[in-house]
């Protein structure tokens, strides 16, 4: 593992902006090769959390990101910019891919972040993902797609016209 340097605020704790930039290239170098490396990078017992899946330790994860390579074709991350405070910090990314079974020709992205807490050692304890399963995937879907269109165009606040030029 590499050795993160002191954050100048803790001495003796890794600095979360190098574990986040040191993170962010993982994702974005990612290939089924590199998921060997996980345990340089999650802590043994990290919990990782998205929309489809809440799972605890290295295996679990890296079944995760296995599957993604295993059901997707070309999957890679873009971190567009992260941010990192104490022990935590902010990735913000596209996700880029192409279905495998379903309009296979077409690019798609899905935008989206993930919290991660670090350990002393500057591993991740906590991954968490955000992203709007609804626009970013549902809505791309025929049938469902229309109804998840009509839903969010149902809730959401109608504007005042515009006033005339």
């Excluded at 089924?32 to 994860?61: E, M, T, W």
């Excluded at 972040?113 to 591993?123: C, I, K, P, S, Y």
Aim: glycine share 4%; aromatic share 10%; charged share 20%.
């Amino acid at each position: 593992m590499t050795h993160l340097p002191d954050s100048p605020h803790l001495p003796g704790v890794p600095d979360a902006q190098a574990a986040a930039a040191r993170l962010a290239q993982l994702y974005e170098q990612l290939t089924p090769a590199r998921l060997a490396q996980l345990d340089d990078y999650y802590a043994p017992d990290a919990r990782f959390k998205d929309p489809f899946n809440d799972v605890q330790g290295v295996p679990a994860i890296r079944a995760i990101f296995a599957h993604m390579f295993e059901s997707l074709e070309q999957p890679r991350f873009v971190v567009t910019q992260h941010v990192a405070q104490g022990q935590q910090a902010f990735l913000q990314w596209e996700f880029h891919f192409r279905m495998k079974r379903w309009r296979a020709q077409v690019p798609q992205c899905i935008h989206g972040g993930t919290l991660v807490h670090f350990d002393a050692q500057g591993r991740v304890t906590l991954h968490r993902d955000y992203w709007d399963t609804a626009e970013e995937l549902y809505e791309k879907l025929p049938v469902l797609g229309r109804l998840m269109r009509w839903l969010r165009q149902a809730g959401s606040t109608p504007l005042p016209p515009s006033p005339p030029c």
